[in-house]
């Protein structure tokens, strides 16, 4: 039971990670590799993401 609750918030951190991905004002290039690089080591990619992974949204407010 455990693993299946661990997996789930796995998901749901890689889902907000990619999200956040695709708003920021990275290049499409950027966003692309960062994208599979969380889709393709789930664990790992949320990691390096959360440490080097695009800043900023990319709407801007006045």
Not at 27 to 55: D, H
Request: aromatic share 12%.
């Amino acid at each position: 039971m455990e693993y299946g609750l661990l997996g789930l918030i796995i998901l749901i951190a890689n889902i907000y990670a990619l999200v956040k991905t695709w708003q920021s004002g990275a290049s499409t290039g950027a966003k692309l590799v960062w994208s599979l690089l969380i889709f393709i080591l789930p664990v790992v990619g949320l990691i390096i993401w959360f440490i080097a992974g695009p800043k900023g949204g990319g709407r801007v407010t006045a």
